[in-house]
């Protein structure tokens, strides 16, 4: 039986302010929170919280049938605690259907699965943490940020427990394979990989109101056609995108929220159900993915050359995963957190030369007028904050001794715990007496 597989994204990236060379050393916030809030709430009112209430509408009118997957970063999350609860408190009225799972991801929505394998991990656990605490899941499938894999980043999320990750079904890796079906990875066989059908996904994400498609309009029935004349050992129809396709990327006015209301009818009558991906991977694999080089949905590359195309991304990339070690060992709270906003993937790809002609890299604006001005003024914020990591931690010592300094309050840490539970014991005794 022929399952849909949806998933959507929701992320939205801590936008950095104009900082000249001039406020480094005197200014150490970072943030445009103007900008960040009127675009998340633009959003959340035109996009996320209609989209929210029409699934679960779907839902419910169902019977529970309809079914969804979504991956929320750490850095959205946070901007909605702050401008939008209604959002996390409506997504958390989806969770209680049991029709929703909630994916884990890179808690910065970053890039640190390709080079900080340690950095890597502790913003996944953090974000799953974050997702457990809000929703009530444990997640055991992971969405890596922009869907980039590797058989190197499937070994590392393997060994973190997921049972399965989300990947993009590109041609130049399955070659004459189709990406409707369940796989695995080669070096871990384990891990379970869904693989997004671009053509469809994009059918929806970005050709739903382009008049001079040859397949518009778009409607529901139309769309389960295309499904049913595929093969019919075809498995699973993985529909990934963000969820500002719903009345951002795709307006009310084009007909979309119908159209994705009227799928679940459609696709019964079809004998096609939804499934969540966990859920999918309950199904065998017919073959498995091998791949020394990271591919991701975006572009017609379906590369990492978005954020890690030129000499400008590569700098400031290999500038702020240099202080990594140091900025482990700060146990400053200002520090920590200006760390994982600086490494929202969206930082590098407004410096991007590059011109896609679909779209996919990335669908929110770019607040910079030129890719070197984005790079500027991110370099200007990196210097500041490399100034103070190394106020705590300078770069004259050496990464043996910072290690040994990092052993050295582990062991102190640990001794004064013993301690107090010495003492409290010698307390409960006394009491005794």
């Given at each position: ?26 200014d ?8 960040n809030?009127s ?60 029709c ?9 929505h ?5 080079i ?56 130049h ?8 079906f ?6 871990t ?10 053509r469809l996904s ?31 050992e ?20 084009t007909?979309?929220f ?12 079809s ?7 966990s ?20 572009g ?39 760390w ?31 890719p ?7 370099m ?8 103070r ?32 539970e ?12």
């Amino acid at each position: 039986m022929k399952t849909i597989c949806f998933y959507f994204q929701i992320h939205q990236p801590f936008r950095l302010k104009r900082y000249r060379f001039f406020d480094i050393g005197k200014d150490n916030y970072y943030y445009d929170d103007f900008n960040n809030e009127s675009i998340a709430t633009r959003l959340v009112h035109e996009s996320y919280l209609p989209a929210i209430h029409t699934i679960k509408e779907m839902i419910e009118n169902s019977n529970r049938e309809f079914k969804v997957a979504f991956s929320i970063s750490g850095t959205a999350i946070e901007q909605f605690e702050v401008n939008a609860p209604e959002v996390l408190e409506n997504l958390q009225k989806l969770a209680a259907t049991g029709c929703v799972e909630f994916l884990a991801e890179t808690y910065a929505h970053s890039l640190s699965s390709l080079i900080d394998p340690i950095e890597f991990e502790q913003q996944v656990q953090k974000h799953s943490k974050k997702i457990e605490a809000l929703f009530g899941q444990k997640p055991t499938i992971f969405r890596n940020t922009e869907l980039i894999y590797s058989e190197e980043i499937g070994e590392m999320v393997a060994k973190m427990g997921f049972k399965g990750m989300l990947a993009e079904g590109a041609k130049h890796i399955l070659g004459w394979k189709s990406p409707n079906f369940v796989y695995k990875s080669e070096s871990t066989p384990k891990l379970k990989l869904l693989l997004r059908n671009f053509r469809l996904s994009d059918d929806i994400a970005f050709r739903f109101s382009n008049r001079s498609w040859d397949s518009w309009p778009l409607t529901a029935d139309k769309f389960i056609s295309f499904i049913n004349s595929g093969n019919k050992e075809e498995q699973v129809y993985n529909l990934f995108m963000g969820l500002e396709t719903f009345g951002s990327l795709q307006p009310e006015n084009t007909g979309i929220f119908e159209f994705l209301k009227a799928l679940p009818k459609f696709a019964k009558e079809s004998g096609i159900s939804f499934s969540t991906p966990s859920e999918v991977i309950k199904r065998e694999p017919v073959g498995s993915i091998n791949t020394l080089h990271p591919f991701s949905w975006s572009g017609e590359e379906r590369d990492t050359s978005a954020w890690l195309g030129n000499k400008l991304q590569h700098e400031a990339f290999e500038k702020l995963y240099s202080i990594g070690e140091r900025v482990r060992l700060c146990q400053d709270r200002r520090i920590q957190q200006d760390w994982i906003y600086l490494q929202s993937c969206d930082h590098f790809y407004y410096m991007s030369t590059k011109h896609f002609s679909d779209g996919t890299s990335n669908t929110n604006f770019s607040p910079y007028d030129s890719p070197f001005e984005a790079f500027t003024n991110y370099m200007n914020v990196m210097s500041d904050f490399i100034a103070r990591v190394e106020a705590q931690y300078p770069s004259t010592i050496e990464n043996e001794e910072l290690n040994s300094l990092l052993q050295t309050i582990h062991n102190q840490a640990m001794e004064i715990t013993t301690l107090k539970e010495e003492i409290k014991k010698l307390r409960a005794r006394k009491a005794k007496k």
